[in-house]
Structure formats: structure tokens, C-alpha cells
């Protein structure tokens, strides 16, 4: 190629043949270039679109981090409203409230908290790019598909494709989201044989506390289970031997729902023990 670009023939310049070969080469490197160049931009944009889709996946249901006691310890905006953004709210509502929300607040009498906390997703470009993928298009929401999904149409922006023109699809597992949550009432460690009514608190996803509750007969030997309950921190309350007529009352006792299949810690449940503990403190306050 280096002989062509600089001999001349008879020093009149180029003859036809080698400027024809010359462009040829100079066009088939540039093209091999340019195709080398296309493919590093979209291994780069593919990355950091697997990188943004973890970011609101950590936003919508938390990080799947633990702690040292085995504990997930952030639940993101399912564990505060419970339930994940509508089709209508859409992704935005991890940066800006939806006006169907409520504001995170406590509540005192269910000992617990819920409503919009965010930002979840923070908008560090200024400009609404946390949302689109590095290609600059919108992840396209489907929340009412199973699972949810958030997905990136690739670099071409169009579904289907192959390469890296293909669709990215970020599944949102039942199991990092929501629990069938059991639980067992004991009577000071041996199985409850009577008949009991459970309730238990969590957000609705509308901005509103839900409250589900369960009838337990002598035959359920005290076992009880709420399906599809949110991840984050709840709460639940035991009326023996019911809710309209308690004879007694254990709770609301509060616990972190964190994994697919949850059990509520039976300390909290043994009726016996905890109505015994609660004799023994109030003795001890009264003689005080």
C-alpha cells in the first residue's frame, strides 16, 4: 500500500489502476474500522445498560444485599408502598411521587411505615437518562406481565433482533418481591389447640394500609399463612380467640419479611409466654 501512495509512475502521478486500488484499500480499511469501532461503542452501551437496569432493579425492590445476621435490609419502593409502579405511574415513579401516593408517614397503632420515601432512582444526568438505556432510548415497562419486566430494545431500538441489536429483559422475580408469609401461635411451646384470628398489616401499593386476617379452628394446630405479601417490614396481631370478641391480644409484633417463604419468628407467636412475660412486667412495674 506504502508503494502506491508514493510511486509514481514515469513522475507523471497515479495511474488509473493504482488509484483505483488505493481507494479500494483506503475503503476497505475504513470500513473494517469503522465496523470495529461500531461494535466497541455497543459492547460499551450494552454494559452500561446491564448496569442501569441493576440500578432500578435495587430501586424497585431493593438491593439483594444481606446483612451479617442473614437479613435484607433495603426493600426499595415495593417495601414502602408495596406494590411495584403501575403501567400508568410508570418508571418515573421512582424519581417523582405519583399523585395517588402517599407520603411515607408511621403508623403508630400498627407499628408501622409505609408511603413514598424516594427519590429511589437518583437522576444524576439532570436530563431523565437514568431511564433510557445508553442508546438514548426509554426502557420500555411491563408491569403487568409474570414476572414484570424492564426492558432495553438494544441498539437498534426495535424488538426483536439478534447480536447486540437484541432485546435486554430485566425479570422482577416473585421471590425478591413478594412472600407467602406463615407462622405458627404456640402456647408456651407446644402447638395452639384453640381458636385464634391473625391479622396482618402491610401497604396496599395505592397508598393505603391493607389488612388481611386470617380464622384458625382447633384443627390448624395453630398454623397459619398469608400468600403474596410484599417484602419489607410488617406487621401482624393475634385476637384469641377473635378480633370481635378478644379475650386476649398479642401483638401488633412487628418483623421483616425478606425471602419467597417466610416464617414469623415463634417468639412472637407463643401466646403463653409472651401473655406470662407480660404478667411478670407489669407485676414488677406495679410493685415498683
Known sequence: MIWFLTHKSNNKGFTLVELVLS???FSFFSIISISYISKSIDE????LTIKKLNLIRDALVGQNQVSLVNTKQKFGYIGDIGGLPTAIETLGALQVKPAGQSVWAANSTHRIAFGWSGAYLQDTTLDG???????????VYSPATIPPLVTSLGADGLVGGSGFDEDINFRVPWHISFSNVHGFILDGGAPWSGTAEVEINFPDGAGALSQVTTNLVPSDNGYFVFNNIPQGTRSATIYIP????????????????????????????DV???LRNLKTLYTVVYND
Open 242 to 269: 377473635s378480633k370481635g370478641s378478644p379475650v386476649s391480644t398479642i401483638g401488633p409484633f412487628v418483623f421483616t419479611v425478606n425471602e419467597g417463604h417466610f416464617v414469623i419468628p415463634v417468639g412472637l407467636t
Open 23 to 25: 481507494l479500494t484499500l
Open 272 to 274: 403463653a409466654s409472651i
Open 44 to 47: 460499551k452501551n450494552f454494559h
Open 129 to 139: 437518562s437514568d431511564l433510557k438505556d445508553a442508546w438514548g432510548n426509554n426502557f
